[in-house]
Structures are given as structure tokens and as C-alpha cells.
């Protein structure tokens, strides 16, 4: 399968690695390149060639894209177009990741390494499951959020979609966070979280309401 990685930036390095792991490991995979809006053409980024803008895809052959950038809204809105496009995605996991065999992981997402993604969880598509996050059982997580680096959540937590889980948060059990939310750094969210909320702290307390 060729790829190309959307986002040449500091998680399209780690998804670039990610990816190698999978080939390593024996997945049939063949990286083109990046292709990134603010990098040079033919510049090299992470042992990988810019072939040019994301405007390029239609101009490269390929098997699957997988889209590698960070920011929620931003992966969210190239991934639906690219979608609408007709673009295939490759569900990027990491070999070192546990997954329970009855999870289920959306098209486009990334599980990075070090991840664990317990029963009955369901994950939906365009989500990052960074380095080392652990979702407990029967959690929903919806499109395009962002679990990062060091997050554990609970059984029977429900994740919005597009919202950010910040490095090294904790969500206790049966606890919502709702749509396109930010739950801060090492925050420890015990109450539901709002849409559109910010919250910070232990236990987290929103800093941010809704704009209505």
C-alpha cells in the first residue's frame, strides 16, 4: 500500500515513525511523502520527501493518506475533504499499542505508541490516540479528537467530537466531555464536561463557557 502523510510537521514525525513500525513489523506499506501547505517542495522532512501542497495528492499515485496534524479543527476539515474527494485512509497503529480485541478504531485514525485501547471501547474516525494514553472499557470517543500523550480515562467515559484531552489528564469513570471541549494538561475532569468548555485544574473547573 503507498502512503502519504497529510502534515509534515511534529506529529507528522511521529506518525512517520509510527508508520515505519508498522513496515518493520510487516505491514505492507510504502511511504511516498508528505504533503503539507507550509513546507517546501521536494524539501526533506523526517527522512521523508514534501512532494507539495495537500493540492497535490491528485497528482501523485497512491493507495491511502493518513492526515498527521495535531490541531483538531484543522485535521477535521482536511480530512472531511479529502474524504468528500474520494480519498482512501490508513488506520495508523503503532505495534507496541494493546488493543482488546472486540475495540473497534475508526478509518484514519492513529494509535501511537505505548497506547491502550481497552473492551468495548469505539473509537470513531480522524482521532489521535497519543503516546502512552490509556481508555479504559466501553469509552466512546468521537471524530477528529485528540487523546494526548500520558491522558487515562476511566470505564464508560464518552469523548465529543473534536475535543482535546490534554496531556497527562485523567477522566474519572462515566464521565462526558462534549463536543469540541478542551480538557487542560494534567487536569482531573470528575464532573461532565460542557461542549466548548474549557477546564483546567483537580478536580477540572470550566474557565471558558460556550459562546451562545
Do not use: Y
Not at 495528492?57 to 476539515?77: E, F, K, M, S, Y
Request: proline letters at 4%; hydrophobic letters at 50%; aromatic letters at 2%.
Amino acid at each position: 500500500m503507498k502512503v502519504i502523510i497529510v502534515g509534515a510537521g511534529g506529529h507528522g514525525a511521529v506518525v512517520a515513525d509510527l508508520l515505519h513500525a508498522m513496515r518493520r513489523a510487516g505491514a505492507d506499506l510504502e511511504l511516498l511523502g508528505f504533503v503539507d501547505d507550509g513546507a517546501s517542495e521536494g524539501a526533506m522532512a523526517h527522512g521523508l520527501r514534501v512532494l507539495g501542497g495537500v493540492a497535490h495528492l491528485g497528482t501523485v499515485a497512491h493507495d491511502a493518506i493518513v492526515v498527521a496534524v495535531g490541531d483538531n479543527r484543522a485535521r477535521g476539515r482536511i480530512f472531511d475533504a479529502a474524504r468528500h474527494a474520494g480519498e482512501r485512509f490508513i488506520t495508523a497503529i503503532h505495534p507496541s499499542a494493546v488493543i482488546a480485541a472486540d475495540a473497534s478504531i475508526g478509518n484514519g485514525s492513529m494509535v501511537c505508541a505505548g497506547a491502550i485501547i481497552n473492551p468495548g471501547t469505539i473509537i470513531g474516525p480522524n482521532v489521535i490516540v497519543n503516546t502512552a494514553a490509556s481508555l479504559d472499557h466501553h469509552n466512546v470517543v468521537g471524530a477528529h479528537v485528540h487523546v494526548a500523550p500520558g491522558v487515562h480515562t476511566g470505564g464508560e467515559v464518552r469523548i465529543g467530537e473534536g475535543a482535546l484531552v490534554g496531556i497527562g489528564a485523567v477522566i474519572t469513570p462515566r464521565r462526558q466531555v462534549g463536543a469540541w471541549a478542551t480538557v487542560g494538561a494534567g487536569a482531573v475532569v470528575v464532573r461532565d464536561v460542557k461542549a466548548d468548555d474549557l477546564v483546567v485544574g483537580v478536580p477540572a473547573v470550566p474557565v471558558r463557557r460556550p459562546i451562545t
